[in-house]
């Protein structure tokens, strides 16, 4: 069964979404990573974004457990929330997310995603998100098959294909995320048509349009837009592909 309402409603936030934060209508969008940003000067950074063509903030918080490395947690985020003009897209890693959904909600989240592997009940998981009034998504490790969703499918606004294993930036991109992308965009076909597919982990302009026409809508970006001399036109390249010019 087409479950039309859910796409439609996706649509009609991410039109809200361009609208109120002045985003451009370009069909894909781009999520820098702060993960990859300096910290010691993480304001300049979120200015940077904010005046860039990207469209989210992507936001990960580690717990040393689920994955092996600590990254910020929520009082870093509120000071980002204070300053970011674009949607915080909050990825946890983390295991046992549901005691931290509300103070995510809080500290700015508008899309919060956990990990498959980490939640035992994460139909009750994304219910909670939803409750909270925010956007629900969940990422899968570079070994989970995409076919693990098939009873949540319709309940999601996003899934985030780990194209890295999750913990930290910079990492070589797996190039088996292509057929998992494919895969889950013709299993979201008949039942969940605006489910959002977002690639975490190795993005650069090599791998952007493939992942684009295998279905992705959301990129993810960290060191390839923080580590590069011009972030701005980093980002923008990554904004300006249009699959249907592109030579793939
Ligand atoms: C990795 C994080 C990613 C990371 C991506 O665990 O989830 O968001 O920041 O960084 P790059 O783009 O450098 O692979
Ligand atoms: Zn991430």
New binding site residues.
């Given amino acids: 069964m087409l479950n039309v309402g859910n796409a439609v409603l996706n649509e009609k936030y991410l039109l809200s979404l361009q609208k109120k934060h002045n985003m451009s209508t370009k069909s894909h969008l781009i999520a820098p990573?702060v993960?990859?940003a300096d910290f010691a000067k993480l304001y300049d950074d979120i200015i940077m974004v904010n005046n860039s063509e990207a469209d989210w903030f992507?936001i990960?918080i580690m717990d040393g457990v689920f994955?092996p490395n600590i990254s910020f947690g929520f009082p870093v985020m509120q000071a980002i929330a204070k300053h970011a003009t674009k949607p915080l897209d909050v990825?946890l890693?983390i295991v046992d997310p549901d005691r931290y959904l509300q103070v995510c909600k809080d500290s700015g989240a508008e899309i919060i995603t956990v990990h498959y592997e980490a939640c035992t009940h994460l139909h009750r998981t994304l219910a909670a998100i939803k409750e909270l009034g925010c956007k629900a998504g969940v990422a899968l490790n570079p070994h989970t098959p995409v076919a693990l969703l098939k009873d949540v499918l319709a309940d999601l606004d996003l899934v985030c294909l780990m194209s890295?294993n999750?913990?930290?930036?910079?990492?070589k991109f797996i190039a088996n995320t292509y057929a998992k992308v494919q895969e889950l965009r013709a299993m979201a076909k008949n039942v969940n048509d605006g489910l959002l597919i977002e690639i975490?982990?190795?993005?650069t302009t090599a791998n952007a349009a493939q992942l684009l026409k295998a279905g992705a809508d959301v990129l993810?970006?960290?060191?390839?837009v923080f580590n590069a001399a011009a972030p701005l036109d980093t980002i923008k390249s990554l904004k300006d592909i249009d699959i249907n010019i592109e030579n793939i």
């Fill in positions: 990573s993960l990859a992507h990960d994955v990825h890693m890295v999750p913990g930290f930036g910079g990492q975490d982990g190795g993005v993810v970006a960290g060191s390839f």
